[in-house]
């Protein structure tokens, strides 16, 4: 598909992902969005395994000593093995016939049997009566464009942001349902910019379809690291959603120990052990089925049981539990969370203070979600104030107020721009003392309504309550220099103008009433 951009109906300019999204929607029909979701993103992951296994399959051609068809060459290469009856050209010469599904649902099985590593991952009900042949057979071609004319590697990066960008349009067209496997990209982005992940362990207890690792990826690739020095770790209980994980990090190449079982994080933490040195999340806001009646004692639970009526505090100190000594972590929770002091939260939130975890509070411009219109927070928690390369913030904590950033996207979505998350994450780096951002923005100052650095002490007399809005006071207004008294006269005016407009108005509207009564 050409990367020329188009426009949508609200006249913006449309990439080439929105383009394929929107003519893969058009194909969907009447079909509900979440069960689309998983035949579309189903072939992008085939697509995407088939090109990857082409360019090793070329290379080994051309090499006179090389089989081309012996499976151990391509796990050499650390490349999915695909069987003939499963590569993407086999299938789209035969996308017109009436077996297409059966095809597509014997290729999936074909390669999670000769690839250990995905097995029970990979989407099998194509063959269905229910799902429409024509249009599969139409997604299919549809697909098949995407890369034509690129070399191996750029294919792959090419579908691994059509996988992104479909995983972002389906949470959108399923709404609620969408916030459970996808935390908008802007979201992310201010995470994983203001925890700059570039090594070491990064984990996400709830990670959904993967999107906090694969914006780390980018992180490290956008600042010249290694992917390799980044080891992903993660938890999901939602089975449909870890296999949209799984098949995620394998699109981009990420190598991700993320563990399933339906129990969660919290009855049986697949990785006790682990102490990360990054940890990114966006637990479910507010759950209240999570269990808590059978872990009133519970290690994690260090500064208090969390109530059973609500599961952030427990986030929190899962989260807590799983940092390195000198780890940091990003949660995004509901803005209760800040000041809630029910069932014992508030004593909760007191003890986290005085353990001087928490370094930055930063309260998020409301319709950021698709999933819910509460609004939200980060939560940016630290195990060591004082570690190498930043300032001692030992007794510190630094309120950002975000909510009038961003800009409406539609209707009900807002988002945050590329300068917003810069704003935001150079005004906590500069706080935290690192050089770079000091040069960007200069040394950091409280800026009145947005930012204030605030001791233990201030913190108290506020009733260890963590509102950015209580800190950060009013924005300062600018004086225009027009006097006060002039103000209230050309507003004088323009209201009596106002005045004139509804009496003449209001005749207008009694004379067309009297017409009406006349002929009545």
């Not at 009133?296 to 208090?304: A, H, I, L, N, Q």
Request: overall charge negative; glycine content about 10%.
């Amino acid at each position: 598909m050409a990367a020329k951009s188009a426009k949508n109906g609200n006249g913006t300019n449309l990439g080439f992902e929105a383009k394929l999204f929107l003519a893969a929607d058009l194909l969907r029909g009447s079909m509900d969005a979440s069960e689309y979701k998983h035949v579309a993103l189903g072939l992008v992951f085939l697509k995407y395994i088939s090109d990857a296994f082409n360019t090793v399959f070329e290379k080994l051609a051309a090499d006179e000593y090389a089989d081309e068809e012996d499976a151990e060459e391509y796990l050499a290469e650390r490349t999915f093995w695909v069987p003939k009856e499963a590569r993407w050209g086999f299938l789209q010469n035969n996308a017109k016939q009436p077996t297409i599904g059966k095809l597509v649902d014997d290729a999936m099985l074909a390669i999670e049997k000769s690839n250990d590593s995905l097995r029970g991952i990979l989407p099998t009900n194509y063959a269905r009566e229910a799902l429409n042949k024509q249009m599969l057979g139409e997604l299919i071609d549809l697909i098949g464009s995407i890369g034509m004319h690129e070399d191996g590697d750029h294919s792959k990066d090419i579908l691994g942001r059509v996988y992104e960008y479909f995983l972002g349009g389906f949470a959108g067209a399923e709404g609620k349902r969408g916030g459970e496997f996808y935390t908008p990209r802007s979201v992310v982005r201010v995470l994983t910019d203001m925890l700059e992940p570039y090594k070491g362990r990064v984990y996400d207890p709830c990670c959904g379809s993967g999107g906090m690792f694969v914006q780390s990826e980018k992180f490290v690739v956008e600042h010249g690291g290694r992917i390799g020095d980044i080891r992903v770790y993660g938890q999901e209980m939602n089975n449909t959603t870890w296999r949209l994980a799984k098949m995620n990090m394998a699109v981009r190449g990420i190598d991700a120990d993320i563990k399933w079982n339906n129990e969660g994080s919290f009855h049986k933490d697949e990785l006790p052990d682990l102490k990360a040195d990054f940890i990114l999340a966006n637990p479910p806001f507010n759950i209240s089925d999570w269990g808590g009646d059978r872990l009133r004692e519970d290690v994690r639970w260090k500064y208090g049981v969390p109530p059973v009526g609500n599961a952030n505090y427990a986030w929190l100190q899962h989260i807590i539990h799983h940092l390195s000594p000198n780890g940091t972590a990003g949660v995004v929770l509901a803005n209760g969370s800040m000041s809630s002091s029910s069932s014992g939260e508030g004593e909760i939130r007191q003890s986290l203070v005085d353990a001087d975890l928490v370094d930055c509070m930063v309260a998020l411009p409301a319709a950021l979600f698709y999933s819910t219109q509460i609004p939200a927070c980060l939560w940016f928690l630290t195990k060591n104030k004082k570690v190498d390369g930043f300032r001692d913030r030992r007794g510190d904590l630094l309120f950002i107020d975000a909510r009038k950033l961003g800009t409406m996207v539609d209707s009900t979505r807002r988002e945050l721009g590329e300068d917003d998350v810069s704003k935001i994450a150079d005004t906590y780096h500069a706080w935290r003392g690192e050089a770079d951002a000091i040069e960007r923005r200069g040394e950091y100052k409280d800026v009145a309504g947005f930012s204030f650095s605030a001791k233990l002490d201030e913190i108290k007399k506020h009733g260890y309550a963590l509102t950015p809005g209580r800190f950060v006071g009013a924005e300062d207004e600018v004086d225009d220099g027009v006097p006060f008294e002039e103000k209230i006269a050309a507003l004088r005016v323009k209201l009596e103008g106002q005045f004139e407009i509804c009496s003449v108005l209001e005749k207008a509207i009694k004379k067309g009433l009297n017409k009406v009564s006349a002929h009545v």
